[in-house]
């Protein structure tokens, strides 16, 4: 599931750029996983973080897709020859609750950036619709 990046409506200005750029997506992704990292509610998606590759690994890759998939440089497709969230997911159980906490976990962590509403509503459109098709467990 190769996922394009996504443009806004707002002046043919990507999401990219609506985040900040290069710098605005690195706070994004420091912030959400400062949150994964310390909120009680989040801690379930920590647990899997920690199975996984770890947190460290997590920041990375995590900024290299953003920056694709929100219509700047493909980091992610550089590096890995793709960007196909599935594939990227297949090894971790992910179930309704899990990215019901990633999500809550983005949406906070967007609020905690301060950026606009209408930003806000694009990001969390894409952000869910991607989410819902990682689920792989029904549990």
Request: one cysteine or more.
């Amino acid at each position: 599931m190769n996922i394009q990046p996504v443009i806004s409506d707002t002046a043919n200005s990507s999401l990219y750029d609506l985040v900040g750029g290069e710098t605005g997506v690195l706070n994004l992704v420091k912030v959400f996983y400062d949150i994964v990292e310390t909120e009680n509610f989040a801690h379930k998606l920590l647990l899997l973080h920690l199975r996984g590759n770890g947190l460290a690994h997590s920041r990375l890759e995590q900024f290299n897709f953003l920056s694709g998939f929100l219509g700047g440089p493909k980091l992610y497709v550089e590096k890995h020859g793709h960007s196909n969230v599935r594939t990227m997911h297949e090894h971790v159980e992910i179930n309704a609750e899990s990215k019901d906490i990633w999500l809550a976990c983005m949406d906070k962590a967007i609020d905690q950036v301060g950026l606009e509403t209408t930003t806000k509503n694009k990001l969390m459109r894409n952000f869910t619709a991607a989410a819902e098709r990682l689920v792989n467990r029904s549990d």
